[in-house]
């Protein structure tokens, strides 16, 4: 169990996937202790600082900084996590069993280690994280907290999103050839425009607008928002107001009008048409439904 740590969270999906959060906002080092059985291979993410390892009583210790993970699967023995977590850390680790890792990946892939005759080898990798793996990673990061509950299906399609971003090869492919992922600079600046974006969710900046505020042109701004987030600025936008408006709808404080005003809507009529045609029911027959 954690020790010294007011903010750590643990939770396991529906799909059998324990999730662990840390992060240290003390200015002295955090240590915290977990038992984890030899059927379980282990994922751990450094979005920030640094955490040592320690193995064998301290004998052997294995440090990861910032931007780097770590794979852990060891059949033959235990390999309980006895970490030490340096100021200003945060970390992100995912434990799952070593058979239904496995089956989350088809026979035909091309990764030896997921070979099914490679199933009971041990396993110790570390790697960078990639971009569109730190973008999944803070999702998680910013989601895992005290709603867990509310959140556990999120956090699983989220962890199995973080798998295939890792593991599959068509997309390392065609995250290489991305320019916007491999150009941090770029990278950097379609983030930016996302916060400004959601930070002006009622009354976005016009495209042009925004690629003038980040300093980049209107086109690299649209291609590499696309590549990154997958869709348009303003296709990104609507999805966003969307799930505010079913969180909204969800908490009963506020009936359809009283939400389609809080997103900015003219018109309440504008809101259901925009509402029914992204989940196919009107607002009133999704508030009926949660019943």
């Given at each position: 169990?954690?020790?010294n740590n007011?903010?750590?969270?643990?939770?396991?999906?529906?799909?059998?996937?324990?999730?662990l959060?840390?992060?240290?906002?003390?200015k002295?080092n955090?240590?915290?202790?977990?038992?984890v059985s030899?059927?379980?291979i282990?994922?751990?993410?450094?979005?920030?600082?640094?955490?040592?390892?320690?193995y064998n009583?301290?004998?052997?210790?294995?440090?990861v900084?910032k931007?780097n993970?770590i794979?852990l699967y060891?059949p033959d023995?235990?390999?309980?996590?006895n970490?030490?977590?340096?100021?200003?850390?945060?970390?992100?680790?995912?434990?799952?069993?070593?058979?239904?890792f496995?089956?989350?990946?088809?026979?035909?892939?091309d990764i030896?280690?997921?070979?099914d005759?490679n199933?009971n080898?041990k396993?110790?990798?570390q790697?960078?994280?990639?971009?569109?793996v730190f973008?999944?990673?803070?999702?998680?990061?910013?989601?895992?907290?005290?709603?867990i509950a509310k959140?556990?299906?999120?956090?699983?399609a989220k962890?199995?999103?973080?798998f295939?971003?890792?593991?599959?090869?068509?997309?390392?492919?065609n995250?290489?050839k991305c320019?916007?992922?491999?150009?941090?600079e770029?990278?950097?600046?379609?983030?930016?425009a996302?916060?400004?974006?959601?930070?002006?969710?009622?009354?976005p900046?016009t495209?042009?607008?925004?690629?003038k505020?980040i300093?980049?042109?209107l086109?690299?701004l649209?291609?590499?928002f696309?590549?990154i987030?997958?869709?348009?600025?303003?296709?990104?936008?609507?999805?966003?107001?969307?799930?505010?408006?079913k969180?909204?709808l969800?908490e009963?404080?506020k009936?359809?009008?009283?939400v389609?005003?809080k997103?900015?809507?003219?018109?309440?009529?504008?809101?259901i048409a925009?509402f029914k045609?992204?989940?196919?029911?009107?607002?009133k027959?999704?508030?009926?439904?949660?019943?």
């Amino acid at each position: 169990m954690p020790s010294n740590n007011t903010n750590f969270f643990e939770c396991t999906t529906s799909g059998g996937i324990t999730l662990l959060k840390s992060e240290n906002n003390l200015k002295k080092n955090i240590f915290f202790d977990r038992s984890v059985s030899c059927e379980k291979i282990q994922f751990h993410f450094v979005l920030n600082g640094e955490i040592n390892f320690h193995y064998n009583k301290g004998a052997y210790s294995l440090n990861v900084t910032k931007g780097n993970y770590i794979v852990l699967y060891n059949p033959d023995k235990e390999l309980p996590i006895n970490a030490e977590n340096s100021p200003q850390t945060k970390i992100l680790s995912i434990i799952i069993s070593i058979k239904k890792f496995h089956n989350l990946f088809s026979e035909e892939n091309d990764i030896q280690f997921l070979k099914d005759e490679n199933i009971n080898k041990k396993y110790y990798a570390q790697e960078k994280i990639s971009n569109p793996v730190f973008i999944t990673l803070n999702d998680l990061f910013l989601s895992f907290g005290k709603n867990i509950a509310k959140n556990n299906l999120y956090l699983k399609a989220k962890t199995y999103e973080l798998f295939s971003y890792i593991y599959d090869s068509s997309r390392d492919t065609n995250i290489e050839k991305c320019p916007f992922l491999t150009n941090e600079e770029n990278f950097n600046k379609i983030k930016m425009a996302k916060e400004i974006a959601l930070k002006n969710l009622l009354n976005p900046p016009t495209l042009l607008n925004l690629s003038k505020e980040i300093n980049l042109s209107l086109k690299k701004l649209k291609e590499g928002f696309k590549k990154i987030y997958g869709k348009t600025v303003y296709q990104f936008l609507l999805d966003h107001k969307m799930e505010l408006a079913k969180k909204l709808l969800s908490e009963r404080k506020k009936n359809v009008n009283e939400v389609s005003i809080k997103l900015g809507y003219s018109t309440a009529s504008h809101f259901i048409a925009a509402f029914k045609n992204k989940y196919g029911v009107t607002p009133k027959t999704y508030s009926k439904n949660l019943n």
